[in-house]
């Protein structure tokens, strides 16, 4: 069976076309931690046939970002399932989604005796001010959040872990050109056929054991990879940030992101002339942002 | 048919051979439950000309699939005597082109015998390196649960030179398992007196179900068609490429009467090619070409990717592939110091991409004062600055197909220079020295002028060693200023020349030289403050020519 795992926290907006899109894709059960919302996430997960609801009002930074509850669901209900952990704001997408389900993917990666799936983090942003264009519920979100950068991104390897240290894209070019250093990492291992052994150590940036991490071919040939088209400049942006600002529940160091969330608040325009305009997987696996492997 | 997985589809696939008049005997591997089994002979149970031969257990590389396919093809043979050809296929396996028009192919070559043979010095695809040795070493351990054991037994073998016998000085031959055997040929092989041998023989033969049929054919056929009439593209592991809805079109225009291998759940697939046939038989040839031409395309796509594409699945070590870059480019140094218009004066000579100082400590001078480029790769120092090879990949690579040109001078000292020198894509021409010639011109004090000379001539020296070094793989030109500044023409020519065949033609035009008349005393100065500059080559204080007064340089035409 393949799953589906998450910790979230009002997410209402979102949930419909997340769900659809995964469920489509062939997630067959989903594990969702829900962490204090207010806005019928929790009841609205609650009546979903497919979904293993807990819920939690403690603190999300004190379970390591929810990792940390999420974990313990996956050791115990997980194990030699393939699962896919996601947030609710990425959208997962790989060489022919729109006609291979993730079992034909999963089918293939157990006959290549691979254990896990990279993807990218992409962030997907509109044209014009964020939080002009409206986003309702069960739309899909690149017909408002159709933009992403191509061709920025840096990739340094990182020790003693082995994953790939991607950063770059919209959010280094407009909100961290001071401090590269601290803009988002955008490498995720969101696919594994999971094993209670296993543990993800960042977010899903990082896993042990490290052999899961070395998902790029190191002698000049391609693996496959995936997208993960980053939902997170919908309107309703500038309310979380704004909230975000008084919960200071972010990682690692949440004054660091206060200018961050600041910007945010302003509504800036993150389109550029050089921006992509989104037209589907071909086109991200010409770009060079996924690749197809030997998956044809 | 041998089968062991997906028994649904393989059902639905002898229902239709078996309806279109092709008798068939399926051969279940043992590992599958009795239950399971039991149920699915039963659900075949109304298809009167289906049968299920005696089991055997089958692992990948194993003799459990010839011996499986033996029983089968006794039982077709013994049991249904109108059948002239024996077709082996799986149950993955998939009917492409109505049944009749095979029976029909078939007929039309009563005597062929289509299997692939072909021994073991010709082929190359002898995935896991063995090839003669499948034949002369025993394989006691599992390839796909011990390999560890299967690899150090081969070794012990070849070391103390252990060879098996071939019995009867028979040619070993291999091929695709997949292969469609005459009434003749295939009872020959099963009826030879001689049998018990070779199977002795085969079953300690490493994948024996790619070579005992391939092998024994060649005793008895009068006419064997070196091919296999099913299509079944393996990748560069020598696993089986698996066909999804999406390949329909692909393989319809094929042409080939069968495929392997059909993902169970493709049910595009089983619903478009197992309906009744309609329209005209054809009798075209199986056409695979073009499918091959793809999936080759793939095997290099895994093994050698795309050149200078650097992402979160494709990240080589350094050093470890030839070109670090996808393209072609041009580094210069000192042009646009020594030629007051060499930007645009390039830009027009060659029609490339003609940019800056991309590593400006201020900013990434992109060609037209362009802020951002392609790819949304904008002149931010800090980010360009924070992985600066990754900012050279990036803006290649986004610009693929058309060549970039950029400028390097001493003071960009964010530059990979260490990188660009590795890289054979690059092409890097250095007038060195030239950066003194903006300093002659300036409007500064003398003593700021002397220390920035001094600082620029030592980055300049630390860079010249660099490229000069003997890991640089650039194509590499440099010329002391006072070198090039005798004859630029020449070396212009050459470097453009060189830049693809657009520029093919002799230049005419040159770039405008900076007026120089009292550079040599300028220079003479620095030496009189105790700053020697060497790097621009010797100029005298006054040299005839340089320093008499004249009106500025016009561009002028070289014949």
Redesign the interface.
């Known amino acids: 069976m393949i799953l589906g795992a998450a910790t979230m926290r009002n997410e209402m907006v979102r949930l419909p076309f997340f769900l659809e899109h995964h469920r489509k894709l062939g997630v067959e059960h989903f594990l969702i931690v829900e962490n204090a919302s207010d806005d019928g996430t929790r009841e609205f997960l609650a009546d979903q046939p497919d979904v293993s609801l807990w819920s939690s009002k403690r603190s999300y930074k004190k379970s390591r970002f929810g990792l940390d509850w999420l974990t313990w669901l996956m050791i115990k209900h997980a194990h030699g399932h393939w699962c896919l952990t996601l947030d609710a704001d990425e959208i997962m997408i790989y060489p022919y989604w729109d006609t291979r389900p993730l079992a034909a993917l999963t089918g293939w990666l157990d006959g290549q005796g691979i254990e896990a799936f990279p993807a990218m983090m992409l962030d997907m942003y509109p044209k014009g001010p964020l939080g002009e264009q409206r986003y309702e519920p069960g739309q899909d979100p690149t017909e408002i959040l159709s933009w992403f950068d191509s061709g920025n991104y840096v990739i340094q390897r990182q020790m003693p872990m082995e994953n790939l240290w991607i950063q770059g894209g919209v959010r280094a070019r407009c909100f961290f050109e001071r401090k590269p250093r601290r803009a988002p990492t955008l490498n995720k291992v969101p696919l594994v056929k999971w094993n209670r052994r296993y543990v993800y150590v960042n977010s899903t940036h990082g896993i042990l054991p490290r052999r899961l991490n070395r998902m790029y071919d190191r002698e000049g040939g391609e693996f496959a990879s995936g997208i993960l088209l980053h939902t997170k400049f919908l309107d309703t942006v500038i309310e979380k940030s704004k909230e975000e600002l008084e919960r200071r529940e972010h990682f690692a160091n949440s004054a660091l992101y206060d200018d961050y969330y600041k910007t945010l608040i302003a509504q800036p325009d993150l389109w550029c002339e050089r921006s992509s305009r989104y037209l589907g997987w071909r086109q991200l696996e010409a770009m060079g942002l996924m690749s197809r492997g030997t998956w044809l | 048919m041998l089968v062991h997985t997906a028994l649904d589809r393989a059902e639905q696939v002898a229902r239709h051979w078996s309806a279109a008049g092709c008798p068939v005997v399926i051969h279940v591997d043992a590992h599958v439950p009795r239950k399971t089994y039991k149920a699915f002979a039963k659900a075949l149970g109304n298809a009167p000309t289906v049968r299920f031969c005696q089991r055997h257990k089958c692992e990948w590389g194993t003799w459990g699939l010839v011996a499986g396919t033996l029983s089968a093809s006794e039982m077709m043979l013994a049991e249904f005597d109108e059948v002239r050809h024996v077709y082996l296929s799986s149950g993955s396996c998939l009917p492409l082109r109505p049944v009749q028009e095979l029976i029909d192919y078939l007929a039309a070559r009563p005597q062929t015998d289509f299997i692939e043979s072909a021994t073991t010095s010709d082929v190359p695809w002898t995935v896991g390196g063995l090839s003669d040795e499948r034949f002369t070493l025993r394989f006691p351990f599992s390839w796909k649960r011990h390999r560890y054991l299967f690899d150090k037994y081969v070794d012990l073998q070849r070391k103390v030179g252990f060879k098996r016998k071939i019995p009867n000085g028979i040619q070993p031959h291999m091929g695709s398992q997949w292969w469609c055997l005459t009434r003749q040929t295939l009872s020959a092989i099963l009826e030879d007196p001689e049998r018990d041998r070779y199977d002795a023989f085969f079953q300690k033969v490493w994948i024996p179900d790619e070579s005992y049929f391939q092998t024994l054919a060649r005793l008895y056929s009068g006419n064997i068609e070196s091919r296999s009439l099913t299509l079944s593209k393996f ?3 020598g ?1 089986p ?2 066909f ?3 390949h329909l079109q692909l393989l319809r225009r094929s042409d080939c009467f069968v495929a392997r291998k059909i ?1 169970p ?1 493709a049910n595009r697939l089983y619903d478009g090619f197992l309906r009744d046939p309609e329209g005209a038989i054809k009798m075209t040839e199986p056409n695979p070409a073009k499918i091959d031409r ?2 080759a395309k ?2 290099e ?7 200078g ?9 350094e050093g ?2 030839h070109s670090i870059t996808s393209g072609r480019y041009s580094v210069f140094q000192g042009f646009s110091d020594l030629f007051e218009d060499f930007e645009p004066w390039l830009a027009k000579a060659t029609g490339t991409q003609v940019h800056g100082h991309l590593y400006s400590p201020e900013r990434a001078e992109f060609a037209r004062e362009q802020k ?7 002149d ?1 120092p ?2 360009r600055d ?2 600066p090879t ?2 050279l990949t ?1 803006l290649i ?2 610009t693929r197909g058309e060549r970039q040109c950029f400028q390097l001078g001493p003071a960009d000292e964010t530059a990979p220079i260490w990188f660009i020198a590795k890289d054979p894509n690059a092409q890097i021409s250095v007038i060195s020295g030239a950066w003194a010639v903006p300093l002659f011109k300036s409007n500064r004090n003398f003593a700021d002028l002397r220390q920035e000379a001094a600082r620029l001539q030592k980055l300049e020296a630390e860079q010249l060693k660099v490229l000069r070094s003997v890991w640089a793989k650039a194509r590499l030109r440099i010329w002391t200023m006072a070198e090039f500044i005798e004859a630029p023409m020449e070396p212009l020519q050459s470097i453009i020349d060189e830049m693809g065949p657009h520029s093919l033609r002799r230049l005419t035009e040159a770039p405008k030289m900076a007026d120089l008349s009292g550079f040599g005393q300028f220079l003479q100065n620095l030496k009189n403050q105790g700053m020697h500059p060497y790097l621009m080559g010797d100029f005298p204080v006054s040299p005839p020519g340089l320093n008499q007064p004249k009106s500025p340089r016009k561009p002028y035409l070289v014949q």
């Open positions: 990748d560069f592991q696993k490429h698996i999804y809805d999406d993902w759940r793809i999936f793939a095997v796509r895994r093994t050698r990717g795309r050149q594409l650097y992402m979160q699945s494709r990240f080589p070590h470890f592939e951002v480029v392609n790819g949304a790769l904008t931010s800090a980010l924070y992985n990754a900012f990036n690579w986004n």
